[in-house]
Structure formats: structure tokens, C-alpha cells
């Protein structure tokens, strides 16, 4: 049988929670499709670092660039300053392995209600092309001075033409195989060099693609049409921090962020991908038994897409047994979707459905 090396890194709070329910179902699909995922688990989190001092170990990247992808439950805790957290664990590993893509989908299911009006089932359906690994989260600049009246902090976004040129263009692919639009976010009008070359680039690559309607949107702007009029949204392509922003506001519009999945791509497959839902630990609800399982699933399917090798039939069975659930107004729901189920139940009987 095909087997699959996966490394998995639950995470914190509700990350070991959901990743063990998303493996159980993952694996049920994988054994459906004729293949087996060999999983390596890593302890490697918050708890790691209030006990050893680091997130993952020096060597951490070394131990699973031979796997053939990733999957993160989440991570964060109360005590451990976000920073630390991004700095510790997902940075080292988006850049280390050139994972430029960050592809999060947002789709309003049928059976979901979005906390916008007048919206229903399939009306709003958007992907975001997240630049993963410069912009505004390189980590260049520094503090002068600490302690003192004249302190400073600089902070510098880093745009090069490859960096801006790859995401810009894999978006670009993406829209032709979609509804043929596409929407940069930028914001030009204040960063006169970092953005304005962001949009010479957009206008170079859309040459190769007449087909594809572009709009470009000041991110302000962007945010307001988000809410107010969702459904122009097709493929959306932005940087490290305004897709960061853009993707958690159609996570929200479109329900929940318990049912959105997250990839982070090297599209020449030079290194492994690694896929997380976009919803964070939730320590408030860690132990309850309540985590929503199905943005960690979809998740899962995301991963298959990108396993290739004819898993997206595969992938293809989990989207439609999750929609399947969400239609169904008798299936189990966990409290951020309006019921009472547990983690347990959704995973039942999504497992019954597959």
C-alpha cells in the first residue's frame, strides 16, 4: 500500500484536539483510497518553550524536511506572547522551506449562516494568495536606545521583484482556473515604494494573462467591500500582512473560523508543505470536548490536494462529506456553529458519511 510521511506538530490547546480528530478521519478517507499516512509527531508548542526555552529544537527543520508534508494543529498560550509564537515555530518553518504560497479558500456553506445579510449558500466563494514569507513580516529592523525618552523601533517590510513576482503569478494561474477575477490589495497611496512596486508587478504579470479581470484595491477599501459586497471576490492576492488581515475577515463572513483551512505552499515542491486551520489554540475551550474539528479536516483535504499521485479524489470526498454535514439541519454542530455536539459527535458522524 502507498504510504505517506507526515509530520505532525499538534500544537497547543485545542490543536491536539482537533488534529486527532482530523487524523482519524484523514486516515479513514486514506484507507477508502488505497493509501496509509506513516505519521511522525512532534512535541513542539508553547509547553515546549515554558519548559526548554524554544519552540522546536535547533535541528527541528533538519528532522522533517524528508516528510512528505506537515500538519500544525495551532499554537499559542496565555503566558507566551504571540511574537515568541510566530517567531519560534511558524516563521522558522514558512521561510525555511520556501513555503511563499500561504492559500487559504472561504466558502459559505449551504446550511451556514453568515453574520452578513442576505446571503446564502455559495454566494460568497474566495481564495486568498497570501505572500508567506517577506513583506511586512520580515524580520529586519531593531530597537535603539531601550529604556530611554528616545527609544526607537524600526520596522522594515521586505518586497523583492521574486518574492512579489511568484505569489503575484500563482494567483494570477489561480483566477484562470476560477472565475477569471482577480483582486490585488495593496496600499499605494501611503507606501509610495514597497507597495507601488507591488503594483508594477501586478500590472507586469497581468500582461501574460489577458484573460484574467484585475482590480486593485487599497486595503482599507478591500476590508469594506469584504463585508459589504463579498460576492465580487474570486482569487484575492496580497501581502504577508494584508492577506493575514483579508483572510481572517472571510473566515468570519463566511461563518466561522472553524471551518476555514489553510496551506502554506512551495509550489516546486523543493520542500514540504505544511497545512493548519486558520483558527488559533482557544485556551477558553481546551478540555471541553467543543473545538469545531472541521476547518482542521478540510485542512486535511487541502493536504491531499497537494500530495497529488490522484489523492484529489480523496480530498474530494472529505469537501462533499463536510458540506454533506453542514447541510444536514439533524447533523451534529459544535457551539460555534450554533450547537451543542461535541468534537466526538461531528467526527462520527462525519466518519458515518464517508
Same mark, same amino acid.
Given at each position: ?6 509530520? #505532525?506538530? $499538534? /500544537? ?8 486527532? @480528530? ?34 522546536? $529544537?535547533?535541528? +527541528? ?5 524528508? @516528510? ?7 499554537? /499559542? ?9 510566530? =517567531? ?38 474566495? #481564495? ?6 517577506? +513583506? ?78 484585475? *482590480?486593485?484595491?487599497? #486595503?482599507?477599501?478591500?476590508?469594506? *467591500? ?34 476555514? $483551512?489553510?496551506?502554506?505552499? =512551495?509550489?516546486?515542491? *523543493? ?14 475551550? #481546551?478540555?471541553? /470536548? ?50 451543542? @455536539? ?13
Amino acid at each position: 500500500m502507498e504510504t505517506y510521511d507526515i509530520a #505532525v506538530i $499538534p /500544537g497547543d490547546g485545542i490543536g491536539t484536539e482537533v488534529t486527532s @480528530a482530523a487524523m482519524e478521519v484523514l486516515d479513514t478517507v486514506a484507507e477508502n483510497h488505497g493509501f496509509q499516512l506513516e505519521r511522525s509527531t512532534y512535541d513542539w508548542g508553547t509547553e515546549r518553550y515554558l519548559d526548554e526555552g524554544a519552540m522546536m $529544537p535547533d535541528d +527541528g527543520l533538519d528532522r522533517i524536511e524528508s @516528510a512528505d508534508s506537515i500538519f500544525l494543529g495551532a499554537v /499559542g498560550h496565555p503566558e507566551v506572547p504571540d511574537h515568541v509564537t510566530l =517567531n519560534g515555530l511558524l516563521l522558522p518553518i514558512r521561510k525555511g522551506f520556501d513555503q511563499y504560497i500561504c492559500k487559504r479558500p472561504n466558502k459559505l456553506f449551504e446550511g451556514i449562516e453568515s453574520p452578513l445579510r442576505g446571503y446564502e449558500a455559495g454566494d460568497i466563494d474566495l #481564495v486568498v494568495y497570501r505572500e508567506n514569507t517577506e +513583506g511586512e513580516y520580515a524580520n529586519v529592523g531593531g530597537r535603539e536606545h531601550r529604556g530611554f525618552s528616545n527609544e526607537v523601533a524600526v520596522q522594515s517590510g521586505l518586497f523583492t521583484r521574486k518574492g512579489t513576482e511568484r505569489i503575484v503569478r500563482s494567483a494570477f494561474e489561480a483566477a484562470t482556473e476560477r472565475e477569471g477575477h482577480l483582486t490585488s490589495i495593496t496600499k499605494s497611496n501611503a507606501q509610495a515604494h514597497s507597495m507601488v512596486f507591488w503594483d508594477d508587478i501586478v500590472k507586469e504579470v497581468s500582461e501574460d494573462f489577458p484573460e484574467v479581470e484585475v *482590480d486593485s484595491l487599497l #486595503v482599507d477599501r478591500a476590508s469594506m *467591500d469584504l463585508v459589504r459586497r463579498p460576492e465580487e471576490f474570486d482569487v484575492v492576492v496580497a501581502s504577508n500582512l494584508f492577506g493575514d488581515i483579508s483572510t481572517d475577515i472571510a473566515a468570519i463572513i463566511t461563518g466561522s473560523l472553524g471551518l476555514a $483551512p489553510s496551506g502554506n505552499i =512551495n509550489e516546486e515542491n *523543493d520542500y514540504p508543505d505544511m497545512f493548519e486551520p486558520v483558527h488559533g489554540s482557544a485556551p477558553d475551550i #481546551v478540555g471541553q /470536548g467543543i473545538a469545531n474539528p472541521l476547518a482542521s479536516i478540510l485542512t486535511g483535504a487541502m493536504m491531499f490536494e497537494y500530495l497529488g499521485d490522484g489523492k484529489e479524489a480523496a480530498a474530494e470526498d472529505i469537501w462533499n462529506a463536510v458540506e454533506a454535514q453542514l447541510a444536514d439541519e439533524s447533523a451534529p454542530r459544535t457551539p460555534d456553529l450554533g450547537g451543542d @455536539a461535541k468534537t466526538v459527535d461531528v467526527v462520527s458522524d462525519l466518519s458515518d458519511r464517508l
